[in-house]
Structure formats: structure tokens, C-alpha cells
């Protein structure tokens, strides 16, 4: 298993209402446009993910998981990897429920987007509060 850690934080304009797709950023602010975004002000973009971790997750049999937590709750996407991840994105990390990648895209057919997040979750994030995102690898 490789894994990544990271920070961010909520924002109040979090909406986690995007139906197929959920996304971190780098980014301090956000409109209410934003409503696939869960996490601002994140530590890392795919960009700054390791190169074991690229490499790991570049397999068509990589299985990922992405836990989030915040203010005391916790839950837990499931997506794949896929050889045609670029992973190349500076301020972004975009897990979708199709198989659409571009330089943004961290995971593909994931169970979860941003909508089907617990409410109760997005209520934390939506406080701005400190939020640790967990990224595991499994080949």
C-alpha cells in the first residue's frame, strides 16, 4: 500500500452538491459554483503527490481509497486508478464517478461524489473547519 496525507480546510460556500464528482483544491476561496469542491486551502494538487504514489496509482488494477475527516467525523470514497492518469494538475485533485481523465483527475469510477457525501460531514466543512484527507493505494 502507498499512502498520502494531507490538510485542508472547509469553507462556508461548501455546497457537496456535484452528482459525479468531488474535488480538493489548493484554492483559498470558492463560490457557490463550486459544488463539487469538499476541501479548500489543500496541502497538495496532483502535481505534488510522490512519484511512488503516481506510479502506484498509474495501474489499471489500483484500487483507491480516500478517507475524509472533519470535525470529528469521518468518511471513507472508494475509486480506481488508471494507466491514463497525468496527475499533472498544480492546485487540484478531482475523483469522478466516470472515466473521464484529464490533468485534474486523481481517481476514476469512484461509489461517491460530493452529493452523496454524509450531510452531516459537509455541515463540518462548511464551518471551515480543519479537514485530513487520506489517500491509500492498493495494486
Given at each position: 500500500m502507498v499512502r498520502e496525507v494531507f490538510?485542508?480546510?472547509g469553507?462556508?460556500?461548501i455546497t457537496a452538491g456535484h452528482r459525479t464528482t468531488l474535488?480538493?483544491?489548493k484554492e483559498i476561496e470558492l463560490s457557490l459554483r463550486g459544488d463539487c469542491i469538499v476541501a479548500v486551502f489543500a496541502g497538495k494538487g496532483c502535481l505534488d503527490l510522490s512519484e511512488e504514489f503516481k506510479k502506484a496509482l498509474r495501474n489499471d488494477a489500483a484500487r483507491l481509497e480516500?478517507?475524509?475527516e472533519c470535525g470529528?467525523?469521518?468518511e471513507t470514497v472508494a475509486a480506481r486508478g488508471s494507466k491514463n492518469l497525468m496527475l499533472?494538475?498544480?492546485t487540484d485533485m478531482v475523483v469522478r464517478k466516470s472515466d473521464f481523465i484529464d490533468e485534474r483527475t486523481l481517481a476514476v469510477e469512484a461509489d461517491k461524489?460530493?452529493?452523496d457525501l454524509d450531510r452531516r460531514l459537509v455541515?463540518?466543512?462548511k464551518s471551515g473547519n480543519e479537514v485530513l484527507i487520506n489517500l491509500n493505494v492498493k495494486v
Open positions: 490538510r485542508a480546510r469553507h462556508g460556500n474535488e480538493f483544491t480516500i478517507t475524509i470529528g467525523l469521518k499533472s494538475h498544480p461524489a460530493a452529493c455541515e463540518k466543512l
